[in-house]
């Protein structure tokens, strides 16, 4: 009887103890769990998406506007009422000229003089502002998109104070496009595309801007990237 008793206590102790276990394991991964989810959340929430445009021989740059690119690039208070930007750089003669030429596409790539960001502010989807384009979507995580938005504000020359040169009206009228003065040298292994190239390495995607001269390079290296949403 007395042995009856005492293993009677065992189960109970070990039951008593295996409840508590249970509970606590349940307790722990309830919590890891719940902070997975506040990691993914926060993951999903701090990233951007950003979007390359190809014109043609031109690949630009759009970036959505937002609290974190008024921060970080001031030019964005002289396009009011937009949605987004798109951003090109470029040898400043042949950018800028109505009707570009043979020959101004020759000098730039070989005397070219000094070299300039383009700004377009829209409003309208990408797809819709750019319906004749090619469009690729990547996504850049937050501390990418901080790196990008610093590439391209290092890229205008500015003022003591901190503001860009603004050199002319933009190609798509005053009120959403202008020039601005940048302090990259433009050649023929330093191009639009090579600079557009630098700025998604700068973003930590795995791209080489070694090579890329055309879009056409840039844009077959960019379908490759993991990042590629399209």
């Known amino acids: 009887m007395h ?18 276990n249970i509970r606590n394991l349940s307790k722990l991964t309830f919590i890891s769990l719940f902070f997975s989810m506040l990691v993914v959340s926060y993951t999903i929430a701090e990233s951007r998406i950003i979007h390359l445009v190809n014109t043609g021989w031109h690949v630009g740059i759009v970036v959505p506007v937002d609290a974190i690119l008024k921060r970080n690039l001031p030019e964005t208070k002289h396009f009011s009422n937009s949605n987004f930007l798109e951003i090109g750089w470029g040898d400043a003669r042949f950018y800028k000229a109505e009707n570009p030429t043979a020959s101004m596409a020759f000098e730039a790539a ?5 070299s300039v960001i383009h ?3 829209f409003q309208s989807p990408v797809n819709e502002t750019f319906i004749n384009s090619e469009i690729l979507k990547l996504e850049v995580n937050a501390e990418g998109y901080s790196e990008l938005l610093r590439f391209i504000h290092k890229s205008f020359v500015r003022t003591a104070n901190g503001e ?12 959403v496009s202008r020039f601005y003065l940048s302090n990259g040298e ?6 639009c595309n090579t600079w557009i190239a630098e700025a998604l390495q700068s973003a930590k995607l795995d791209i080489s801007s070694q090579g890329i001269i055309t879009a056409d390079n840039l844009m077959e290296k960019v379908r490759e990237l993991p990042n590629n949403t399209n």
């Open 186 to 191: 433009f050649h023929l292994f330093n191009t």
């Open 3 to 20: 042995n009856t008793w005492l293993r009677l206590l065992n189960y109970c102790d070990d039951w008593f103890l295996n409840m508590i």
């Open 164 to 175: 860009a040169k603004n050199v002319g009206i933009g190609l798509h009228g005053e009120k």
């Open 119 to 121: 700004i377009y502010a």
């Open 110 to 114: 070989f005397t070219s003089e000094s």
